[in-house]
């Protein structure tokens, strides 16, 4: 079982390699830190949730909008034209995150806009 696991996790490091996908780090001034959500009205309860959650979700959301751009770049069907619009869109999405640029703890694994 120990073979087919380690198996496993070469398969999926070599998938995360040909995708260009890599480990991405949270900044260590953030780790075990948390996030308040405190509504206007302040008869409603706060809400928190951990940087680190946070931090996964907009990972997962950066590696789909990479899937999507490698398949808009390979779609047989798209015009250049239609391409070229559609990467606007994402490198437009990219510049939107770069909100949270603040947590990746190294500056090669931050988000960039249109000026990229």
């Known amino acids: 079982m ?3 696991k380690a198996l496993l996790r070469r ?3 070599n ?3 040909m995708a260009g996908l890599k480990d991405v780090e949270l900044s260590n001034k953030w780790l075990g830190g948390k996030i308040t959500i405190t509504p206007g009205d302040s008869s409603m309860k706060s ?3 951990s ?3 946070l931090f996964n979700k907009i990972i997962s959301v950066r590696e789909k909008l990479r899937v999507l751009e490698q398949k808009i770049n390979h779609h047989t069907k798209l015009e250049s034209n239609d391409k070229l ?3 606007q869109y994402i490198s437009r999405c990219y510049g939107s995150l ?3 640029n ?3 703890r190294y500056q090669e694994d931050k988000f960039h806009g249109q000026a990229a």
């Open 2 to 4: 120990e073979e087919v």
């Open 11 to 13: 398969i999926i490091e």
């Open 15 to 17: 998938q995360n390699e």
């Open 47 to 49: 809400t928190e949730i």
């Open 51 to 53: 940087i680190d959650n």
């Open 85 to 87: 619009e559609l990467q």
């Open 98 to 100: 770069t909100t949270f």
């Open 102 to 104: 603040v947590l990746f």
